[in-house]
């Protein structure tokens, strides 16, 4: 799954070009993505995990 996002993220899809600009923007969306971030349940940790494998991050 890992590797799929991070090749959707280099992708020039359409999809691909959306999601990138979403995450620059400060729509409603991105704010409430934030907030579920910070949350501690386990979907969120799930989810920074995730990030982490795919920027490379430790």
Not at 10 to 33: S, V, W
Not at 41 to 51: D, F, V
């Amino acid at each position: 799954m890992c590797r799929a996002l991070e090749a959707l993220l280099r992708d020039k899809h359409p999809m691909c070009r959306a999601l990138n600009a979403l995450l620059r923007d400060k729509h409603l969306m991105c704010r409430a993505l934030k907030a579920l971030l910070r949350d501690k349940q386990i979907i969120c940790r799930a989810l920074k995990a995730l990030l982490r494998d795919v920027t490379g991050i430790r």
